[in-house]
């Protein structure tokens, strides 16, 4: 192991022989808030609280339906919150919660990461193309 790996060496996963016959906790996680579409509605969510069709326009490329079910897991999970507004059509606002305050700090934070990689990670992608 490099040094800097070694000074980077950080327990990030449960330890060997945790308890298989309880979910992993790492993995229940991860695998919502690590989707492909999670993190850039609470990305948005952190700017203001947004209708589902304020949404879908500031994303773009995410189809409706898309959109809809990941809303609903992040409610479902405790990020976001869903409020009916009473007119004619109903209209249905999302806001992130106080948990989903909660995680801007690490979004931020792997935000960060990807803006500061993103030229050495499409040239390493690049390179690997021009091999295979």
Not at 56 to 81: A, C, M, N, P
Request: hydrophobic share 40%.
């Amino acid at each position: 192991m490099s040094e800097a790996m070694a000074a980077a060496s950080v327990r990030l996963l449960p330890p060997v022989g945790t308890d298989l016959n309880q979910p992993c906790v790492v993995r229940d996680v991860i695998d919502r808030i690590g989707d492909r579409w999670s993190l850039l509605v609470l990305g948005h969510l952190a700017e203001s609280s947004l209708r589902f069709n304020a949404m879908h326009r500031k994303i773009g490329d995410i189809s409706k339906q898309v959109l809809s079910r990941t809303l609903r897991h992040l409610e479902e999970d405790g990020f976001i919150s869903r409020t009916v507004h009473q007119s004619t059509p109903p209209q249905v606002e999302y806001a992130l919660t106080e948990m989903g305050v909660s995680f801007l700090q690490p979004l931020k934070a792997v935000l960060d990461w990807a803006d500061a990689h993103h030229d050495a990670i499409t040239q390493s992608r690049d390179k690997f193309a021009r091999r295979y």
